[in-house]
């Protein structure tokens, strides 16, 4: 495995994802081509996919005839785990007018080094809870009450147990995926023996 940290090792693509508190950097050497270092300027912005002010942005720098992004881990570090949205933007210096070239979505995921760091995902989170809901039904039969004037009614059983399945579904979909990006095989896969 390469050095990360050496800029002539950083990879090409932008991450489409990395741990919040991380070293990353990349670069783009294509888009020189088209956009000179010399008179241009490429920032990235990602901004939370959930809106809010949460963003942060890379202005990248030129140690050769290409561009680097670079985010310190003291400043990734900052930036809340999340899904996000990201521009690269391109400014001619002598003009000052600037155009989005690409967007795209990343995730910034959380430190386990952190004390509250949950790794789970969204789904798996939803499973566990959903799992709760339907052990305390087992416990109580009421599927609807009142107290004070005020009616409460509890989500049914059928329901809970259909959104329970939607998101382990929603797991088997995102383990799928992760592990094609690894190069292994899949639920999806086909194995064939000749």
């Not at 901004?47 to 680097?68: C, D, H, M, W």
């Not at 967007?103 to 430190?111: H, R």
């Not at 059928?158 to 190069?183: P, Q, T």
Request: proline share 5%; net charge negative; charged share 20%.
């Amino acid at each position: 495995m390469a050095n990360l940290f050496d800029a002539d090792n950083a990879p090409i693509l932008i991450p489409e994802k990395f741990t919040a508190g991380d070293f990353v950097q990349w670069k783009d050497i294509n888009l020189a081509l088209d956009y000179p270092v010399s008179t241009h300027t490429a920032t990235f912005f990602g901004r939370k996919a959930q809106g809010g002010a949460s963003e942060f942005s890379v202005i990248a720098t030129s140690p050769g005839n290409y561009y680097l992004f670079t985010i310190p881990s003291s400043v990734s570090e900052d930036i809340p785990p999340d899904d996000y949205h990201w521009q690269l933007q391109i400014t001619q210096n002598a003009t000052n007018n600037s155009i989005v070239i690409s967007i795209g979505q990343l995730t910034v995921l959380g430190d386990l080094d952190e004390n509250n760091t949950d790794p789970r995902i969204h789904a798996e989170i939803m499973v566990k809870k959903i799992e709760s809901l339907l052990s305390g039904k087992a416990d109580s039969d009421v599927a609807e009450y009142s107290i004070a004037g005020r009616q409460l009614t509890k989500m049914p059983f059928k329901d809970l147990i259909d959104a329970r399945d939607y998101y382990r579904r929603e797991i088997v979909v995102y383990i799928s995926k992760e592990r094609a990006k690894l190069g292994l095989s899949t639920a999806s896969t086909i194995v064939v023996r000749f």
